[in-house]
């Protein structure tokens, strides 16, 4: 597909989730995708390789959770963001946000600090931790307005991983594929951890039939201080 069709595809399927992109902004998403193909070859960041489908699958669904940010200033740890996603879309689409990306992989913020580098963004920073070990540092715990995964684990572990992060009044925004039978074993998660769901918004990719649903969680007490426990222990043993 030439590229003033995917300029198109990427303006039209980013203005169905309210986002209005201009000519600088979907520059910035060019050059990103250029970054990431080119890292790719040397480093397994995403399966997914062709251009149309990175403008789909990762920048319009990173952008899909855009609605649910009120406040453009608000303060976002994106906690496992691998190749970046969805944390730099959204500080694409809305460059007054604070971010801050946190993967364990060192090769993946390597590689996330060039993209920062040349897309030239500002208030935003890449982290080289487990989620287990920031989530109980007083310099992350509880300190932002809003946490969000997306989908790298199961929808009670993710809680143990994220709420952590998340101010009192603040939330974490879970984005998962089509399967929403997790909801339900999640409860046990939330009453401990100080989460309550606000909303699950059912929605397909624009352009697509790929379904995905997003869980707005909102945090209305204190995380109890043993919570996130130790390294894996979240993952081997979930609060269900």
Not at 45 to 74: Q, Y
Not at 125 to 151: L, Q
Not at 175 to 184: A, Q, V
Not at 220 to 230: D, E, L
Request: with cysteine; proline share 5%; aromatic share 8%.
């Amino acid at each position: 597909m030439e590229e003033s069709k995917l300029r198109e595809l990427l303006i039209e399927g980013a203005s169905r989730f309210g986002v209005n992109l201009d000519d600088g902004q979907v520059d910035k998403f060019f050059t990103y995708m250029d970054v990431l193909k080119e890292w790719n070859e040397k480093m397994n960041l995403t399966a997914i390789e062709e251009d149309k489908d990175i403008i789909l699958k990762h920048f319009i669904d990173s952008v899909s959770i855009c609605p649910i940010i009120k406040n453009r200033e608000s303060t976002l740890i994106d906690v496992g963001t691998g190749a970046g996603f969805p944390g730099i879309p959204v500080k694409i689409a809305f460059p007054g946000l604070k971010v801050k990306l946190l993967d364990s992989l060192e090769k993946r913020t390597k590689f996330l600090n060039e993209v920062i580098e040349k897309l030239n963004l500002k208030d935003i920073s890449t982290v080289h931790a487990r989620a287990e070990d920031k989530g109980v540092d007083g310099d992350f715990r509880e300190k932002y307005d809003i946490s969000v995964a997306r989908a790298v684990a199961n929808l009670p572990v993710l809680l143990e991983y994220c709420l952590p992060f998340v101010k009192v009044g603040g939330y974490f925004i879970a984005m998962k594929g089509s399967n929403t039978e997790e909801i339900e074993n999640s409860k046990k998660a939330l009453d401990i951890l100080g989460g309550k769901i606000e909303d699950v918004l059912e929605f397909n990719l624009p352009f697509s039939d790929i379904k995905r649903n997003v869980v707005v969680i909102k945090k209305f007490r204190q995380t109890p201080t043993k919570y996130p426990r130790k390294s894996g222990k979240p993952s081997k043993v979930p609060l269900i």
